[in-house]
């Protein structure tokens, strides 16, 4: 490439320039002057070549001056982006630190959760095996729930009364004077009135008021109840409370005083209920046994008689030797005097001698009257069993259907 210098220039444009025959001076000269044109021009252009490449170097340097302020823009960045990652690092290892926490924070709630949730089920579990518990105890007779049902519902057994004790109690009803006493005032309230009649009777809550000039007389009536239609009100209620125990157990919660207190309620219930319960089939049992013993005594009465009168056929048919009404009597006494048994072989002779009637006859006479006495023996417990039974029976009826669950009060003022 060319030089920018001049002289450079002019050098390389003659020693390309080839030589001319014959030319003249002025051609010469007029070559000379064109090339002078020629070279100011180039110088000029040079000049303007140098001025530009000049500017193009102070562009250069203005461009270097920018570059090197990018550079150290580049540089500001770059520490800058070095910081920001520096914080990013901080930032993921905190985070780090919060998940290790969150994630310890969790294991510990989750803790504390199985913590909750297994003493929640060991709550449940013994509150399920209390109730077991006390339901086989109860059922097994090792807990006396009328005792307890006594000391801790003791309005309850004023209301509903204690059916084992009014049992007791209507054993010997119309011994009991305050009964006798009710009955009377009873029947005054209940009597047409008439002109001699001191009392003005009214109604207030259920109880029979009689009213004089000195004296005012509240009756609280007795409660008389349906045994059997009791005890199936009762079998309903125990299976309702045990299936609501039941529930509250599934459902129950740590420290939450209202399913206590409704735990406590269905409890109280279920011994008030319970205790009713067992006592009626107490009496049932009772009853039952009873007539079953009745009837065990009439069975086998009822094969005794019909062995004695088969036996009594079999030996009157042996007998050969009729006898008369009086001979029969003095056998019969004879009998007796033997304390209903037949008499000694001895008194037997004696009594053949006395009749006239063989020996043989008259032991099968006196074993005929022994089958007869035992007969009628029978033949009378017989109708004394189905005599018992039957009052049984009727007495078991009346208490049943007219069964009282509380006893009457009388109040005086």
Same mark, same amino acid.
């Given at each position: 490439?060319?030089?920018?210098?001049?002289?450079?220039?002019?050098?390389?444009?003659?020693?390309?320039?080839?030589?001319?025959?014959?030319?003249?001076?002025?051609?010469?000269?007029?070559?000379?002057?064109?090339?002078?044109?020629?070279?100011?021009? $180039? !110088? =000029? +252009?040079?000049? @303007?070549?140098?001025? #530009? &490449?000049?500017?193009?170097? /102070? %562009?250069? *340097?203005?461009?270097?001056?920018?570059?090197?302020?990018?550079?150290?823009?580049?540089?500001? $960045? !770059? =520490? +800058?982006?070095? @910081?920001?990652?520096? #914080? &990013?690092?901080?930032?993921? /290892? %905190?985070? *780090?630190?919060?998940?290790?926490?969150?994630?310890?924070?969790?294991?510990?709630?989750?803790?504390? !959760?199985? +913590?909750?949730?297994?003493?929640?089920?060991?709550?449940?579990?013994?509150?399920?095996?209390?109730?077991?518990?006390?339901?086989?105890?109860?059922?097994?007779?090792?807990?006396?729930?009328?005792?307890?049902?006594?000391?801790?519902?003791?309005?309850?057994?004023?209301?509903?009364?204690?059916?084992?004790?009014?049992?007791?109690?209507?054993?010997?009803?119309?011994?009991?004077?305050?009964?006798?006493?009710?009955?009377?005032?009873?029947?005054?309230?209940?009597?047409?009135?008439?002109?001699?009649?001191?009392?003005?009777?009214?109604?207030?809550?259920?109880?029979?008021?009689?009213?004089?000039?000195?004296?005012?007389?509240?009756?609280?009536?007795?409660?008389?109840?349906?045994?059997?239609?009791?005890?199936?009100?009762?079998?309903?209620?125990?299976?309702?409370?045990?299936?609501?125990?039941?529930?509250?157990?599934?459902?129950?919660?740590?420290?939450?005083?209202?399913?206590?207190?409704?735990?406590?309620?269905?409890?109280?219930?279920?011994?008030?209920?319970?205790?009713?319960?067992?006592?009626?089939?107490?009496?049932?049992?009772?009853?039952?046994?009873?007539?079953?013993?009745?009837?065990?005594?009439?069975?086998?009465?009822?094969?005794?008689?019909?062995?004695?009168?088969?036996?009594?056929?079999?030996?009157?048919?042996?007998?050969?030797?009729?006898?008369?009404?009086?001979?029969?009597?003095?056998?019969?006494?004879?009998?007796?005097?033997?304390?209903?048994?037949?008499?000694?072989?001895?008194?037997?002779?004696?009594?053949?001698?006395?009749?006239?009637?063989?020996?043989?006859?008259?032991?099968?006479?006196?074993?005929?009257?022994?089958?007869?006495?035992?007969?009628?023996?029978?033949?009378?417990?017989?109708?004394?069993?189905?005599?018992?039974?039957?009052?049984?029976?009727?007495?078991?009826?009346?208490?049943?259907?007219?069964?009282?669950?509380?006893?009457?009060?009388?109040?005086?003022?």
């Amino acid at each position: 490439m060319a030089s920018n210098n001049p002289e450079n220039i002019a050098n390389e444009v003659f020693d390309n320039t080839p030589e001319i025959e014959d030319k003249s001076i002025e051609n010469e000269e007029s070559e000379n002057g064109k090339s002078e044109s020629e070279n100011g021009e $180039l !110088e =000029s +252009e040079n000049g @303007e070549s140098e001025s #530009e &490449n000049g500017e193009s170097e /102070s %562009e250069n *340097g203005e461009s270097e001056s920018e570059n090197n302020k990018l550079e150290n823009e580049n540089n500001e $960045l !770059e =520490s +800058e982006n070095g @910081e920001l990652k520096s #914080e &990013n690092r901080e930032l993921e /290892s %905190e985070n *780090g630190e919060l998940e290790s926490e969150n994630g310890e924070l969790e294991n510990e709630l989750m803790k504390q !959760e199985n +913590e909750k949730n297994s003493t929640l089920n060991v709550a449940k579990n013994n509150a399920i095996n209390a109730v077991n518990t006390l339901l086989e105890n109860i059922n097994n007779g090792l807990i006396n729930i009328n005792s307890l049902f006594a000391k801790k519902n003791k309005k309850l057994n004023k209301v509903n009364g204690n059916i084992h004790d009014m049992i007791l109690y209507q054993d010997k009803l119309y011994e009991d004077e305050k009964y006798l006493e009710y009955l009377n005032y009873l029947k005054l309230f209940y009597e047409l009135d008439n002109k001699k009649s001191i009392y003005k009777k009214s109604y207030e809550d259920n109880k029979l008021v009689l009213t004089s000039k000195d004296k005012r007389i509240v009756i609280t009536p007795s409660i008389v109840i349906d045994l059997d239609n009791y005890k199936n009100y009762l079998e309903k209620e125990i299976h309702n409370i045990l299936f609501n125990i039941l529930q509250l157990i599934e459902n129950y919660t740590m420290n939450n005083q209202t399913q206590k207190d409704e735990f406590n309620k269905y409890k109280n219930s279920y011994i008030l209920f319970k205790a009713q319960l067992n006592d009626i089939e107490e009496i049932e049992k009772n009853y039952f046994e009873k007539i079953l013993k009745f009837k065990e005594e009439i069975a086998k009465l009822e094969i005794e008689l019909n062995s004695l009168k088969e036996d009594r056929i079999n030996i009157y048919s042996k007998i050969n030797s009729k006898i008369t009404n009086e001979t029969k009597e003095k056998l019969i006494i004879s009998f007796k005097d033997a304390n209903n048994k037949i008499p000694t072989s001895e008194t037997i002779k004696q009594l053949s001698t006395n009749t006239q009637i063989p020996i043989e006859d008259i032991e099968l006479w006196l074993q005929w009257i022994e089958k007869s006495y035992l007969y009628l023996n029978g033949e009378q417990k017989y109708s004394q069993f189905i005599k018992e039974q039957y009052i049984e029976e009727e007495n078991f009826k009346n208490l049943t259907k007219n069964f009282i669950l509380s006893k009457p009060n009388i109040e005086f003022s």
